[in-house]
């Protein structure tokens, strides 16, 4: 129906696609509903000669109407958006799902550090492959990031998975994704973290299991034989 602006490129991200679709479906007709009434008010008791302006308390109750038929409209619609809202937080925030993978993620001013578990898949061993501005991971696999931050606030931001995290000096915070394609996207720094915020972009190459353990054995080093 409506085309996301950014291609939606995780399992999760058209999840907030319809969350951004409703919230816009149900407040629009009520910002044109509202800005309408305004200007039409100001037109219709414009001044007119001879024409006294009418007392209005507040209290009248065939006025009174016009606050409390929109209120509780607006009041119920906000429920459904909450329930929306909560749905979308819970997959993404709360849940975590059981991951094929594990990632590091550091943000410092002004680049990334990401760090692959090797051949082993396990993090903080021999094998791990560190890299600057590039995470490789593969398609259709759940990941875990572990998020740290080794100065100042930063926000893990890859647009195309609608995933925004916010990175806490001292705190490890972990959460997850999964791409549905191959291909390569950005990467952002989404917290204003100084002079350098601007230029903090990474990329994430998103592979077929194949061609990750081709870029995985180009980065290992050979493992001596006893
Ligand atoms: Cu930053």
């Not at 907030?16 to 008791?45: H, K, N, Q, S, Y």
């Not at 094929?100 to 094998?127: E, M, S």
């Not at 931050?149 to 926000?155: E, F, G, I, M």
């Not at 915020?197 to 990474?202: D, L, V």
Request: net charge negative; glycine share 6%.
């Amino acid at each position: 129906m409506i085309e996301s602006l950014i291609e939606p490129v995780s399992t999760y991200a058209g999840e907030l696609d319809f969350l951004f679709v409703l919230i816009t479906v149900i407040v629009m007709p009520w910002f044109f509903a509202a800005e309408g009434l305004f200007f039409w008010l100001l037109w219709r008791f414009r001044y007119q000669e001879g024409q006294p302006s009418m007392y209005v308390t507040g209290n009248e109750p065939d006025l009174k109407r016009w606050i409390t038929v929109p209120h509780t409209l607006i009041i119920l619609l906000d429920l459904v958006l909450i329930a929306a809202a909560v749905r979308g937080w819970y997959m993404i925030k709360q849940d975590l799902p059981t991951a094929d993978h594990t990632v590091r993620v550091i943000a410092q001013q002004w680049a990334w550090t990401f760090i692959h578990p090797g051949p082993d898949g396990k993090l903080d061993t021999d094998d791990d492959i560190e890299t600057a501005d590039e995470l490789h991971i593969i398609a259709g696999e759940l990941y875990h990031y572990q998020l740290e931050s080794r100065d100042v606030l930063h926000n893990f931001s890859i647009p195309v998975f609608r995933l925004k995290q916010d990175s806490l000096p001292g705190r490890r915070i972990t959460g997850w994704f999964e791409a549905t394609k191959e291909g390569t996207y950005d990467i952002q720094c989404a917290e204003m973290c100084g002079i350098g915020h601007g230029i903090m972009a990474a990329r994430v190459i998103i592979h077929s299991k194949e061609s990750y353990a081709v870029w995985e054995a180009s980065h290992s080093e050979p493992v001596a034989q006893n």
